[in-house]
Protein backbone atom coordinates (compact mmCIF):
# COMPACT_ATOMS: atom_id res chain seq x y z
CA UNK A 1 0.00 0.00 0.00
CA UNK A 2 1.49 3.61 -0.76
CA UNK A 3 -0.58 6.06 0.29
CA UNK A 4 0.36 9.87 -1.09
CA UNK A 5 -0.41 11.71 2.68
CA UNK A 6 -0.93 10.68 5.77
CA UNK A 7 -3.68 13.16 5.44
CA UNK A 8 -5.94 11.21 3.77
CA UNK A 9 -5.99 8.25 6.55
CA UNK A 10 -7.59 10.73 9.52
CA UNK A 11 -9.26 13.66 6.96
CA UNK A 12 -12.88 11.43 7.94
CA UNK A 13 -12.39 9.53 12.15
CA UNK A 14 -15.85 9.45 11.82
CA UNK A 15 -16.06 7.15 9.49
CA UNK A 16 -13.06 5.19 10.66
CA UNK A 17 -14.97 4.75 14.11
CA UNK A 18 -17.68 2.13 12.29
CA UNK A 19 -14.72 -0.10 12.02
CA UNK A 20 -14.72 -3.63 13.45
CA UNK A 21 -11.45 -3.26 12.83
CA UNK A 22 -8.92 -1.45 14.85
CA UNK A 23 -6.96 1.47 13.27
CA UNK A 24 -4.02 3.39 14.42
CA UNK A 25 -1.67 5.78 12.98
CA UNK A 26 1.69 6.76 14.03
CA UNK A 27 4.17 9.25 12.62
CA UNK A 28 8.11 8.61 11.26
CA UNK A 29 8.60 8.74 14.96
CA UNK A 30 6.47 6.10 16.17
CA UNK A 31 4.12 8.54 18.16
CA UNK A 32 0.25 7.77 17.61
CA UNK A 33 -1.44 10.38 16.18
CA UNK A 34 -4.63 8.65 15.38
CA UNK A 35 -6.55 5.72 17.18
CA UNK A 36 -9.91 4.43 16.30
CA UNK A 37 -12.59 3.01 18.62
CA UNK A 38 -12.39 -0.70 17.76
CA UNK A 39 -8.54 -0.08 18.26
CA UNK A 40 -9.15 1.61 21.77
CA UNK A 41 -11.37 -1.57 22.57
CA UNK A 42 -8.60 -3.73 21.39
CA UNK A 43 -5.95 -2.00 23.48
CA UNK A 44 -8.00 -1.22 26.46
CA UNK A 45 -6.84 2.14 26.93
CA UNK A 46 -9.26 5.30 25.58
CA UNK A 47 -8.29 6.68 22.38
CA UNK A 48 -6.94 10.31 23.81
CA UNK A 49 -4.96 8.30 26.16
CA UNK A 50 -3.00 6.61 23.13
CA UNK A 51 -2.31 9.82 21.27
CA UNK A 52 1.21 11.04 21.71
CA UNK A 53 2.54 7.72 22.91
CA UNK A 54 5.18 5.41 21.63
CA UNK A 55 2.71 2.85 19.33
CA UNK A 56 6.21 0.33 20.96
CA UNK A 57 4.26 1.26 24.30
CA UNK A 58 0.81 0.31 23.28
CA UNK A 59 1.33 -2.55 21.13
CA UNK A 60 4.31 -4.31 22.58
CA UNK A 61 3.94 -7.27 21.21
CA UNK A 62 3.78 -6.73 17.64
CA UNK A 63 7.03 -7.38 16.65
CA UNK A 64 6.33 -6.46 13.24
CA UNK A 65 6.60 -2.80 13.99
CA UNK A 66 9.97 -2.76 14.41
CA UNK A 67 10.91 -4.69 11.35
CA UNK A 68 7.93 -2.77 9.20
CA UNK A 69 9.62 -1.76 6.20
CA UNK A 70 8.65 -1.05 2.20
CA UNK A 71 5.24 -2.85 1.97
CA UNK A 72 2.92 -4.61 4.47
CA UNK A 73 3.60 -7.13 7.30
CA UNK A 74 1.50 -9.03 9.22
CA UNK A 75 1.37 -10.96 12.34
CA UNK A 76 -1.07 -13.12 14.71
CA UNK A 77 -0.74 -12.20 18.76
CA UNK A 78 -2.76 -12.21 21.75
CA UNK A 79 -3.72 -8.94 23.43
CA UNK A 80 -5.68 -8.08 26.57
CA UNK A 81 -7.15 -12.06 26.32
CA UNK A 82 -8.12 -11.56 22.62
CA UNK A 83 -6.65 -13.19 19.55
CA UNK A 84 -5.44 -10.16 17.33
CA UNK A 85 -4.37 -10.48 13.45
CA UNK A 86 -1.95 -7.64 13.34
CA UNK A 87 -1.00 -5.32 9.36
CA UNK A 88 1.57 -2.33 9.43
CA UNK A 89 2.15 -0.58 6.55
CA UNK A 90 4.41 1.83 5.69
CA UNK A 91 3.28 5.61 4.79
CA UNK A 92 4.57 7.55 2.30
CA UNK A 93 4.32 10.94 1.13
CA UNK A 94 4.48 12.36 -2.67
CA UNK A 95 7.98 12.61 -2.69
CA UNK A 96 8.13 8.67 -1.87
CA UNK A 97 9.62 9.67 1.73
CA UNK A 98 8.08 7.01 4.91
CA UNK A 99 5.62 9.36 6.97
CA UNK A 100 4.81 6.87 9.44
CA UNK A 101 2.77 3.23 10.06
CA UNK A 102 -0.39 2.61 9.65
CA UNK A 103 -1.95 -0.52 11.45
CA UNK A 104 -4.87 -2.10 11.87
CA UNK A 105 -6.21 -4.82 13.85
CA UNK A 106 -8.37 -7.73 13.15
CA UNK A 107 -10.29 -9.20 16.02
CA UNK A 108 -9.88 -13.33 15.43
CA UNK A 109 -10.47 -14.60 18.50
CA UNK A 110 -13.96 -16.44 17.40
CA UNK A 111 -11.82 -18.08 14.38
CA UNK A 112 -9.00 -19.17 16.77
CA UNK A 113 -11.31 -20.73 19.71
CA UNK A 114 -13.38 -22.93 16.44
CA UNK A 115 -9.65 -23.52 15.58
CA UNK A 116 -8.58 -24.68 18.58
CA UNK A 117 -12.17 -26.56 19.03
CA UNK A 118 -11.77 -28.71 15.95
CA UNK A 119 -7.97 -29.87 16.52
CA UNK A 120 -9.27 -31.13 20.46
CA UNK A 121 -12.03 -32.70 18.66
CA UNK A 122 -10.29 -34.31 16.20
CA UNK A 123 -7.16 -35.39 18.27
CA UNK A 124 -9.71 -36.69 21.38
CA UNK A 125 -12.09 -38.67 18.95
CA UNK A 126 -9.02 -40.06 16.86
CA UNK A 127 -7.68 -41.82 20.01
CA UNK A 128 -10.80 -42.52 21.29
CA UNK A 129 -11.22 -44.65 18.07
CA UNK A 130 -8.04 -45.92 17.91
CA UNK A 131 -8.89 -48.48 20.67
CA UNK A 132 -12.00 -50.56 19.71
CA UNK A 133 -10.44 -50.57 16.10
CA UNK A 134 -7.59 -51.93 17.42
CA UNK A 135 -9.62 -55.05 19.49
CA UNK A 136 -11.75 -54.89 15.93
CA UNK A 137 -8.64 -55.66 13.98
CA UNK A 138 -7.04 -58.25 16.27
CA UNK A 139 -10.24 -60.10 16.75
CA UNK A 140 -10.90 -60.35 13.09
CA UNK A 141 -7.10 -61.37 12.11
CA UNK A 142 -7.40 -64.09 14.40
CA UNK A 143 -10.84 -65.04 12.97
CA UNK A 144 -9.29 -64.88 9.56
CA UNK A 145 -6.54 -67.27 10.58
CA UNK A 146 -9.06 -69.66 11.72
CA UNK A 147 -8.47 -69.66 15.78
CA UNK A 148 -11.98 -69.80 16.01
CA UNK A 149 -12.44 -72.74 13.93
CA UNK A 150 -12.06 -73.39 9.84
CA UNK A 151 -14.25 -71.16 7.91
CA UNK A 152 -16.27 -72.00 5.05
CA UNK A 153 -15.60 -69.73 1.66
CA UNK A 154 -18.62 -67.08 2.25
CA UNK A 155 -17.28 -66.61 5.91
CA UNK A 156 -13.81 -66.33 4.35
CA UNK A 157 -15.11 -63.43 1.97
CA UNK A 158 -17.17 -61.89 4.64
CA UNK A 159 -13.73 -61.82 7.00
CA UNK A 160 -11.53 -60.67 4.32
CA UNK A 161 -13.90 -57.43 3.77
CA UNK A 162 -14.02 -56.52 7.45
CA UNK A 163 -10.32 -56.36 7.35
CA UNK A 164 -9.90 -54.42 4.44
CA UNK A 165 -12.23 -51.66 5.97
CA UNK A 166 -10.92 -51.85 9.28
CA UNK A 167 -7.46 -51.28 7.93
CA UNK A 168 -8.54 -48.55 6.45
CA UNK A 169 -10.68 -46.83 8.99
CA UNK A 170 -6.78 -47.71 11.18
CA UNK A 171 -4.85 -45.28 8.39
CA UNK A 172 -7.54 -42.85 8.73
CA UNK A 173 -7.84 -42.42 12.20
CA UNK A 174 -3.62 -42.47 12.27
CA UNK A 175 -3.68 -39.86 9.71
CA UNK A 176 -5.66 -37.91 11.77
CA UNK A 177 -3.42 -38.35 14.89
CA UNK A 178 -0.37 -37.83 13.25
CA UNK A 179 -1.67 -34.23 11.66
CA UNK A 180 -2.71 -33.73 15.25
CA UNK A 181 0.33 -34.14 16.78
CA UNK A 182 1.92 -32.26 14.05
CA UNK A 183 -0.45 -29.13 14.76
CA UNK A 184 0.10 -29.10 18.35
CA UNK A 185 4.04 -29.61 18.24
CA UNK A 186 4.02 -32.77 19.70
CA UNK A 187 5.66 -34.71 16.69
CA UNK A 188 8.33 -36.66 17.78
CA UNK A 189 11.46 -36.11 16.12
CA UNK A 190 14.50 -38.96 15.49
CA UNK A 191 17.53 -37.34 14.91
CA UNK A 192 19.41 -38.94 11.73
CA UNK A 193 20.26 -39.01 8.20
CA UNK A 194 17.86 -39.35 5.13
CA UNK A 195 19.28 -40.89 1.98
CA UNK A 196 17.10 -40.06 -0.90
CA UNK A 197 18.87 -41.93 -3.24
CA UNK A 198 17.86 -44.88 -1.48
CA UNK A 199 14.75 -43.97 -0.26
CA UNK A 200 12.43 -42.86 -2.82
CA UNK A 201 13.22 -46.26 -4.92
CA UNK A 202 12.50 -48.10 -1.67
CA UNK A 203 9.17 -46.23 -1.79
CA UNK A 204 8.93 -46.24 -5.66
CA UNK A 205 9.37 -50.11 -5.83
CA UNK A 206 6.49 -50.31 -3.21
CA UNK A 207 4.05 -48.69 -4.78
CA UNK A 208 5.05 -49.46 -8.25
CA UNK A 209 2.52 -52.64 -7.67
CA UNK A 210 -0.48 -50.06 -7.53
CA UNK A 211 0.65 -48.01 -10.87
CA UNK A 212 1.12 -51.28 -12.33
CA UNK A 213 -2.82 -51.81 -11.64
CA UNK A 214 -3.51 -49.00 -14.15
CA UNK A 215 -0.13 -49.31 -16.49
CA UNK A 216 1.32 -46.79 -15.23
CA UNK A 217 4.91 -46.29 -15.27
CA UNK A 218 7.11 -44.60 -12.45
CA UNK A 219 10.42 -42.91 -13.77
CA UNK A 220 12.91 -42.03 -11.12
CA UNK A 221 15.49 -39.31 -12.36
CA UNK A 222 17.64 -38.79 -9.04
CA UNK A 223 21.31 -36.67 -9.13
CA UNK A 224 23.94 -38.78 -8.46
CA UNK A 225 25.19 -36.16 -6.37
CA UNK A 226 22.48 -35.79 -4.03
CA UNK A 227 23.99 -36.16 -0.24
CA UNK A 228 21.39 -37.37 3.00
CA UNK A 229 19.99 -34.93 4.48
CA UNK A 230 19.73 -34.26 8.14
CA UNK A 231 16.01 -35.40 8.65
CA UNK A 232 13.73 -38.13 10.41
CA UNK A 233 13.70 -40.58 8.14
CA UNK A 234 9.85 -41.38 8.94
CA UNK A 235 8.87 -37.85 8.26
CA UNK A 236 10.30 -37.89 4.77
CA UNK A 237 9.05 -40.97 4.05
CA UNK A 238 5.71 -39.84 4.79
CA UNK A 239 6.16 -36.82 2.53
CA UNK A 240 7.39 -39.18 -0.60
CA UNK A 241 5.11 -41.48 0.10
CA UNK A 242 1.85 -39.26 0.00
CA UNK A 243 2.46 -36.96 -2.82
CA UNK A 244 3.78 -40.54 -4.92
CA UNK A 245 0.45 -42.30 -4.16
CA UNK A 246 -1.65 -39.07 -4.85
CA UNK A 247 0.42 -38.89 -8.37
CA UNK A 248 -0.52 -42.48 -8.92
CA UNK A 249 -4.31 -41.60 -7.39
CA UNK A 250 -4.90 -38.84 -10.24
CA UNK A 251 -2.95 -40.07 -12.92
CA UNK A 252 -4.55 -41.05 -16.51
CA UNK A 253 -4.83 -44.73 -16.97
CA UNK A 254 -1.33 -45.93 -18.70
CA UNK A 255 0.66 -42.33 -17.84
CA UNK A 256 4.07 -41.59 -16.65
CA UNK A 257 4.81 -40.52 -12.67
CA UNK A 258 8.40 -38.70 -12.60
CA UNK A 259 10.01 -38.38 -9.56
CA UNK A 260 13.52 -35.88 -9.51
CA UNK A 261 15.64 -35.11 -7.15
CA UNK A 262 18.42 -32.86 -7.17
CA UNK A 263 20.73 -30.96 -4.79
CA UNK A 264 21.27 -27.44 -5.23
CA UNK A 265 24.79 -26.10 -3.40
CA UNK A 266 26.20 -22.79 -2.08
CA UNK A 267 29.77 -21.57 -1.39
CA UNK A 268 32.70 -24.33 -1.65
CA UNK A 269 30.15 -26.26 -3.50
CA UNK A 270 28.88 -27.87 -0.60
CA UNK A 271 25.02 -28.77 -0.70
CA UNK A 272 22.60 -26.60 0.73
CA UNK A 273 19.17 -28.18 0.19
CA UNK A 274 17.55 -30.58 -2.12
CA UNK A 275 14.47 -29.90 -4.51
CA UNK A 276 11.92 -32.16 -5.16
CA UNK A 277 9.70 -32.40 -7.63
CA UNK A 278 6.68 -35.31 -8.17
CA UNK A 279 4.87 -34.99 -11.51
CA UNK A 280 1.95 -36.87 -13.58
CA UNK A 281 0.01 -36.70 -16.37
CA UNK A 282 -3.34 -37.15 -14.92
CA UNK A 283 -6.35 -34.97 -14.26
CA UNK A 284 -4.96 -31.79 -12.32
CA UNK A 285 -6.39 -29.65 -10.09
CA UNK A 286 -9.02 -26.99 -11.12
CA UNK A 287 -8.31 -23.32 -10.56
CA UNK A 288 -10.85 -22.97 -8.33
CA UNK A 289 -9.74 -25.70 -5.81
CA UNK A 290 -6.12 -24.21 -5.66
CA UNK A 291 -5.84 -22.15 -3.32
CA UNK A 292 -7.00 -24.70 -0.84
CA UNK A 293 -5.62 -27.59 -1.82
CA UNK A 294 -3.09 -27.70 1.08
CA UNK A 295 -6.31 -26.70 3.45
CA UNK A 296 -7.19 -29.78 6.34
CA UNK A 297 -10.29 -31.80 5.01
CA UNK A 298 -10.00 -30.13 2.14
CA UNK A 299 -12.30 -31.88 -1.28
CA UNK A 300 -13.25 -30.79 -4.39
CA UNK A 301 -16.95 -30.12 -4.84
CA UNK A 302 -17.28 -31.22 -8.28
CA UNK A 303 -15.42 -34.70 -8.20
CA UNK A 304 -14.40 -36.48 -11.38
CA UNK A 305 -14.97 -40.20 -11.17
CA UNK A 306 -11.15 -40.46 -10.54
CA UNK A 307 -11.56 -38.55 -7.26
CA UNK A 308 -14.52 -40.14 -6.18
CA UNK A 309 -12.41 -43.97 -6.45
CA UNK A 310 -9.40 -42.37 -4.94
CA UNK A 311 -11.02 -41.90 -1.56
CA UNK A 312 -9.64 -40.67 1.59
CA UNK A 313 -10.23 -37.21 4.04
CA UNK A 314 -8.43 -34.73 2.13
CA UNK A 315 -5.44 -34.47 5.63
CA UNK A 316 -2.34 -35.74 3.23
CA UNK A 317 -1.45 -33.29 1.77
CA UNK A 318 -1.89 -31.01 4.87
CA UNK A 319 0.30 -33.13 6.47
CA UNK A 320 2.85 -32.85 3.79
CA UNK A 321 3.03 -29.19 3.95
CA UNK A 322 3.14 -29.22 7.98
CA UNK A 323 6.03 -31.39 7.73
CA UNK A 324 7.87 -29.66 4.94
CA UNK A 325 7.75 -26.18 6.56
CA UNK A 326 8.73 -28.29 10.24
CA UNK A 327 12.02 -28.37 8.45
CA UNK A 328 11.86 -25.17 7.50
CA UNK A 329 11.39 -26.07 3.49
CA UNK A 330 8.60 -25.04 1.35
CA UNK A 331 6.26 -26.84 -0.94
CA UNK A 332 4.53 -26.18 -3.83
CA UNK A 333 2.72 -27.03 -7.25
CA UNK A 334 1.66 -26.24 -11.16
CA UNK A 335 -1.49 -27.90 -12.06
CA UNK A 336 -3.90 -27.31 -15.10
CA UNK A 337 -7.32 -29.42 -15.37
CA UNK A 338 -6.33 -32.92 -17.51
CA UNK A 339 -2.47 -31.75 -17.74
CA UNK A 340 -1.11 -33.57 -15.02
CA UNK A 341 0.11 -31.89 -11.46
CA UNK A 342 3.48 -31.48 -10.83
CA UNK A 343 4.41 -30.94 -6.74
CA UNK A 344 8.08 -29.65 -5.89
CA UNK A 345 9.24 -29.24 -2.13
CA UNK A 346 12.60 -27.84 -0.97
CA UNK A 347 14.43 -28.90 2.10
CA UNK A 348 17.31 -27.00 3.60
CA UNK A 349 20.64 -29.49 4.25
CA UNK A 350 20.73 -28.71 7.96
CA UNK A 351 17.40 -29.27 10.30
CA UNK A 352 15.66 -26.84 12.40
CA UNK A 353 18.19 -25.27 15.56
CA UNK A 354 14.99 -27.53 17.89
CA UNK A 355 12.45 -30.91 17.07
CA UNK A 356 10.29 -29.37 14.30
CA UNK A 357 7.16 -27.97 15.25
CA UNK A 358 4.95 -26.34 12.76
Do not use: C
Not at 26 to 55: C, E, F, K, W
Not at 196 to 204: E, N, V, W
Request: charged residues 15%; hydrophobic residues 35%; proline residues 6%.
Amino acid sequence: MNVNSSTSIIESPQILNYLADGIIFSNHDGIITYANQAASQMVGAPPDAMLGRPITDILTRLPLLAAAGNGTKASQFELNGRHVKGKATTIYNPENQAQGILTTLQDITSEYEAEQAKKHFLQNISHELRTPLTAIKGYIELLAAGTGGSLNENQKMFTTTIQRNVNRMVQLTNSLIFASSIKSGRLEHISGHTDLSQLIPQISRELQPKAAEDGQQIILEIDKNLQPLQIDPIHMATILEELLTNSIKFNRSGGKVRVTAVPETGNGNQQTFVIVSISDEGIGIAPSDQAYIFEEFYRADNQSDTQIRAGGIGMGLSIVRALVEAYNGRIWFKSAPNQGSTFTFIIPNQPPDHPPTP
